[in-house]
């Protein structure tokens, strides 16, 4: 069984920084793409940053410049350094794997529960 943990929300003000850190456990063969995802009260989940295993990154283009995703392979986690916060990142942070349960199994799409950024003065 896989899981996914994050860490690092909170409350933070405007022109500030937080990090946040999601570690995958569990039976794992690989994770391909890990990535980060944000929900903002009444609008859909929506793609933050990504990085593959790798290294290649993407990001939305209203984090361009002040998030960077990063992620250590050897301890199967991956970051979210997030400066310049502005109020309208708040929003509860998912973290999502791609993860290969077994050699021969097709990669799975794996959730954390969350993590809450509050952007607010």
């Known amino acids: 069984q896989v899981q996914l943990v994050e860490s690092g929300g909170g409350l933070v003000q405007p022109g500030g920084s937080l990090r946040l850190s999601c570690a995958a456990s569990?039976?794992?063969?690989?994770?391909?793409?890990m990535g980060w995802y944000r929900q903002a009260p009444g609008k859909q989940r929506e793609l933050v940053a990504s990085v593959t295993s790798g290294g290649n990154t993407n990001y939305a283009d209203s984090v361009k410049g002040r998030f960077t995703i990063s992620r250590d392979n050897a301890k199967n986690t991956v970051y979210l350094r997030m400066s310049s916060l502005k109020p309208e990142d708040t929003a509860v942070y998912y973290c999502?794997?791609?993860?290969?349960?077994?050699?021969?199994?097709?990669?799975?799409?794996?959730w954390g529960k969350g993590t809450l950024v509050t952007v607010s003065s």
């Open positions: 569990g039976r794992i063969f690989r994770i391909d793409v």
């Open positions: 999502n794997a791609e993860i290969k349960v077994f050699s021969f199994s097709a990669a799975g799409d794996y």
